[in-house]
């Protein structure tokens, strides 16, 4: 079994920071792609920002130089350091991760979503 656990999310004031945290446990073998996506009210989920093995980034038109999406891949964490938030950036944010098992099985696993909300 492979969980991933966000964590970090809250109630901020536009102009403020926070820094969602995604932990990846389990039978795990190697993690590819990660990313966070989020998911407002009535709107669809969206690609907030990906971050390959390799280190390569990519960012949504939306936040780009406002967050910035890292990972630690000896603790199996990716992170997503959020500034300058907005109100539209209010909704609730997933993690995503490309996981091989040990028993070699590829699949996309996501989190179960932590709350952002940011008030003007």
């Known amino acids: 079994q492979v969980q991933l656990v966000e964590s970090g999310g809250g109630l901020v004031q536009a102009g403020g920071s926070l820094r969602l945290s995604c932990s990846a446990s389990g039978n795990i073998f190697s993690i590819n792609n990660m990313a966070w996506y989020r998911q407002a009210p009535g709107k669809q989920r969206e690609l907030v920002a990906g971050i390959r093995s390799g280190g390569g980034t990519n960012y949504a038109d939306s936040v780009k130089g406002r967050f910035t999406i890292s990972r630690d891949n000896a603790k199996n964490t990716v992170y997503l350091q959020m500034n300058s938030l907005k109100p539209e950036d209010t909704g609730v944010y997933f993690c995503?991760?490309?996981?091989?098992?040990?028993?070699?099985?590829?699949?996309?696993?996501w989190g179960q979503g932590t709350q952002v909300t940011v008030s003007s």
């Open positions: 995503n991760a490309m996981i091989t098992t040990a028993q070699k099985s590829t699949n996309f696993y």
